[in-house]
């Protein structure tokens, strides 16, 4: 390959050149000046056994900008960053950073040489202060001693500098979800990075402190620093990028920027064809009460009472999305209706059953699915085939067992209908569900669930972290069950599913709900600001 | 052979490939040390296997020996299988034997009842042993491990003075004077067995440990039980979301393999001693969890590696008499395994076979999470 050329222009126009998205590439910026490359990957290859990662990834970062990578699960984003922040090493391929090749042996070389990542998954110690949590790795010393007040000066030097409002003595247990983030980007600028890699950085925060992250990433930028912005998101990407890489598959299918894309377009580029972002839904018919929740009370395994309250009802043809940050009692109050915890206080009633204190079995005889929010925790068991978790609560009834003898061969059978009917991308139904992508293990699981006889459906973030292929499906599946007559309580954290599936929304705050609107009454400005508890 | 046939063939029989590889690196090993240490190891593993396989004698006498390491194997894999590892094989052993001494010295039937019934005694007898750890688990959060520690001292100890008691006289043999055994069983409850030529009589213990290997096998595989314990031990909330009772399950599966540990001592007592005296058959509860480990909890394995456990045992009485070794040196061959096992990673680097799948631990690694 001609060097000098973009790296990238090869892969689209061979793959893709008829498609009339792809825009031209371009590594000029929008005033026309040419900015230098601070990191520069060359035909990246990474493989593992039986796929590749990463297949000849190129891509420019240049200062001063934000570069989105978007693609969606095992398209190879998290493979490439973790090359270049040194915990893989690639197959073929060379890195450049500042023009000079560099190979990260560890994450330690690659933040020498001012590379820094802040985690999807904080790497904080909690019951350490914001200063220690710091320094940690990285002390500054005088006799053998912990200078604290010296970090604690220069913390306060760059909260200053970029707009990172934090308290350097707090507790990082104290802090909410919004600062620990912020004290996970110091953390990275402490260490003189000046490129940052932000992974999925928004997954965990209410739509304000969204916006709030846009700004500093905007001041870093201003500042010169070079952000790696990886997410699925596509409202972000268009809102805060320079420039957007697509990766499908381990390839680079696609480069372009906010200005020439759309969420339409990226979508299709991401999925490799065109999908509806809109669910397609018809006007709801609520039917008799199915749900039916009175002044509920549960506590959490810390015995705080983090559902304080509640009272819902849900209709038969009818979605209730319950919208809310996470941790704000969702998870628990999912739990208490299906029996995997008691409650406090109040009634659950299900088609006219009191089921307060009923268990989990019982509940689900009762027509009751539930999709679990942890699918690997409770919704499979990761290392049995297929075939054995398409039974998981119905493996005692018949046509599944005859007495106390399993009937392996209704188990299969079932197990290929479902993926048969929800299109699950397997093998065979023989293989160990850990070996299918999150996409596939969340389809198979509505597959099962939506396989019962069903009065009240029970979707607890059911698309969370999966393909937008996987989204559009899912969403389309729950939207036939509403219409088959099914009561569905959606729970979600992310306000574009809640806005795209619910006739009705409640907005839950601190284990309250705090308003229930019919969908389209309030503005999704309006919804944000009832989660983070602006309504109070 | 086609491509497709090899890699099942591959897939089917290569955890076993693991295991035998440790106990010939041991071997190999164990030969290193008596060569070193000046000894004839030739001489030493021709005596080794005549002792244990080599002979119609040798090899009735390591079947005899190896009958309740099966057994107490399979007690240990089936609580692994319900992610509860059981230590306690060895006082639920003792508890069995007891209750089957009880029966047989208390009551004459004819043997086609008296028979079952000394084996459903054991059963039973283990199974309420085990089912203290159990239902504490259960109940109360306390761990196994400790606990069934705690119970086989507490088994050992009731034994002891259950038998030496004079005043009052509890188990002991009034007619036996240095108070250190029960009464023989009466001859209506003891296994019949066969008798090849010169050899030992080998009693029907064997056929049982065959039919509960097959059946611990069918139990976990086939039926709705033994698919709850098995989800209740792989992952605790998704069989809390599934409908099944944890708590129950973990009880019902400390009980299941007290029973089969219980078997294992009424065999014992029925099949070769036909007593418990102080010195029963100590430690083999213990090797029982080094039995289960060498076969990965597999049954079947275990049926091999109970009679691998056993014949090293035989054979060494006359390893010592061929070589003049020291009994002690089975011991370290039987440590090495275990160390061999337990570190599967010296084998698979030694006789470069693939990584391992993520999940498929070796069994005392996983065991001792947070339970």
């Given at each position: 390959?001609v ?38 990957a ?29 693609g969606?699960?095992g ?19 060379e ?23 802040v ?25 053998g001693?912990?200078?604290?007040r ?22 990082v247990?104290?802090l ?27 997954a ?83 039917g ?15 015995r ?22 996470q ?16 409650s ?29 929010e ?15 978790n ?57 597959a ?29 599946q ?6 088959e ?10 306000l574009d ?40 | ?35 070193l ?7 030493a ?53 007891l ?5 047989g ?122 698919f ?35 078997i ?75 160390m061999?096992?337990?570190a ?16 498929d ?11």
């Amino acid at each position: 390959m001609v060097s000098g050329l973009p790296a990238t222009s090869r892969c689209p126009l061979c793959l893709y050149g008829k498609n009339s998205y792809l825009p031209k590439v371009t590594t000029v910026t929008q005033e026309g000046t040419e900015r230098p490359v601070v990191l520069e990957a060359r035909q990246i290859t990474k493989r593992f056994p039986g796929v590749t990662a990463n297949d000849q990834v190129s891509l420019r970062l240049h200062k001063g900008e934000v570069l989105a990578l978007l693609g969606e699960n095992g398209a190879g984003k998290s493979t490439l960053m973790n090359i270049l922040y040194g915990l893989y090493s690639q197959d073929a391929g060379e890195i450049l950073v500042d023009g000079q090749p560099f190979r990260a042996k560890s994450p330690h070389d690659a933040i020498a040489r001012g590379i820094g990542m802040v985690h999807q998954h904080f790497q904080l110690v909690p019951v350490m202060s914001v200063v220690e949590n710091v320094m940690l790795g990285n002390e500054i010393t005088r006799w053998g001693f912990l200078s604290r007040r010296k970090v604690a000066e220069h913390i306060l030097e760059i909260s200053r500098r970029y707009g990172l409002p934090v308290e350097p003595y707090a507790l990082v247990a104290d802090l909410d979800v919004g600062a620990q983030q912020r004290v996970e980007i110091i953390k990275a600028l402490y260490r003189n990075a000046d490129i940052l890699i932000l992974d999925e950085p928004t997954a965990v925060l209410t739509p304000q402190e969204a916006d709030d992250l846009v700004r500093v990433m905007r001041t870093l930028t201003a500042q010169g620093k070079a952000l790696i912005f990886i997410t699925h998101k596509l409202r972000e990407v268009l809102e805060v990028a320079d420039r957007i890489v697509v990766l499908r598959a381990g390839r680079v299918v696609g480069e372009t920027t906010p200005r020439e894309a759309s969420e339409a377009s990226l979508a299709a580029m991401m999925v490799g064809r065109s999908v509806l972002l809109r669910v397609e839904k018809a006007e709801a018919k609520p039917g008799a009460t199915v749900l039916s929740v009175r002044d509920l009370q549960v506590r959490d395994d810390r015995r705080l009472m983090v559902v304080d309250g509640v009272s819902l009802e849900v209709h038969a043809g009818e979605i209730l999305g319950i919208a809310g940050v996470q941790g704000n009692g969702q998870t628990e109050l999912v739990q208490a209706l299906t029996g995997l915890r008691a409650s406090e206080a109040g009634s659950i009633e299900i088609a006219g059953n009191n089921v307060t204190s009923a268990n989990p079995r019982q509940i689900s005889e009762l027509g009751v699915a539930h999709i679990p929010e942890d699918r690997q925790r409770d919704g499979i068991v990761t290392s049995y085939p297929l075939t054995e978790n398409g039974v998981l609560e119905l493996y005692y009834r018949p046509p599944f067992a005859r007495g106390i003898v399993r009937n392996e061969g209704a188990i299969v059978q079932h197990a290929k209908q479902l993926v048969a009917d929800f299109d699950v991308r397997t093998p065979s139904v023989h293989v160990e569900a850990s070996s299918l992508s999150g996409g596939n293990q969340q389809k198979f699981i509505v597959a099962r669930e939506f396989s019962r006889d069903l009065k009240l459906l029970i979707a607890a973030q059911p698309t969370r972290g999966i393909d937008v292929g996987s989204i559009e499906f899912i969403h389309q599946q729950i939207i036939k069950k509403r219409d088959e007559g099914v009561a569905v309580l959606l729970v979600s954290a992310e306000l574009d599913e809640i806005l795209a599936l619910s006739d009705l929304i409640a907005v839950m705050y601190h284990g309250h709900i705090v308003a229930t609107v019919r969908n389209g009454e309030l503005t999704r400005e309006q919804l944000g600001l009832l989660m983070a508890g602006g309504g109070e | 052979m086609s491509r497709s046939a090899i890699v099942a063939f591959w897939e089917r029989y290569s955890p076993a490939l693991v295991p035998v590889l440790a106990v010939f690196t041991a071997l190999v090993v164990g030969a290193l040390l008596i060569g070193l240490t000046g000894g004839d190891w030739q001489a030493a593993y021709i005596g080794l296997w005549q002792g244990s396989f080599g002979t119609p004698r040798a090899l009735v006498d390591t079947i005899i020996r190896s009958t309740p390491y099966i057994i107490c194997g399979l007690a240990v894999a089936l609580a692994f299988k319900a992610g509860l590892f059981n230590i306690g094989a060895e006082g639920q052993l003792y508890a069995g034997a007891l209750c089957a001494v009880v029966i047989g010295t208390t009551m004459q039937l004819p043997p086609i009842f008296h028979i079952p019934l000394g084996i459903i005694a054991g059963a039973l007898g283990g199974a309420a042993w085990a089912s203290i750890a159990g239902i504490l688990k259960a109940r109360t959060g306390a761990h196994e491990v400790i606990n069934t520690i705690m119970l086989n001292y507490i088994a050992l100890r009731l034994t002891d003075w259950l038998i030496k008691s004079r005043q009052p006289l509890l188990l002991g043999d009034p007619a036996d004077t240095s108070g250190s055994r029960t009464p023989h069983i009466a001859e209506t409850m003891r296994l019949p067995g066969v008798s090849l030529g010169n050899t030992n009589t080998l009693h029907l213990g064997i056929l049982l440990a065959v039919i509960l290997v097959f059946g611990v096998a069918w139990f976990f595989k086939r039926t709705t039980l033994g698919f709850e314990l098995r989800m209740a031990g792989t992952n605790p909330n998704a069989a809390r979301y599934a409908g099944i009772s944890v708590p129950r399950s973990i009880i019902l599966a400390m009980a299941f393999a007290g029973g089969l540990a219980g078997i294992a001592g009424a065999g014992e007592v029925m099949g070769v001693r036909y007593e418990v005296s102080t010195n029963f058959i100590s430690g083999v509860g213990f090797d029982a969890i080094a039995v289960a480990l060498l076969a990965r909890g597999n049954p079947v394995g275990i049926l091999f590696a109970g009679l691998l456990w056993g014949g090293l045992l035989t054979g060494a009485r006359l390893m010592q008499v061929r070589a003049g070794l020291s009994i002690d040196v089975i011991k370290i061959i039987q440590a090495l395994i275990i160390m061999f096992i337990a570190a599967d990673q010296i084998v698979r680097f030694l006789y470069r076979i693939p990584q391992r799948k993520a999940g498929d631990e070796t069994m005392v690694s996983k065991g001792w999470g947070g339970g």
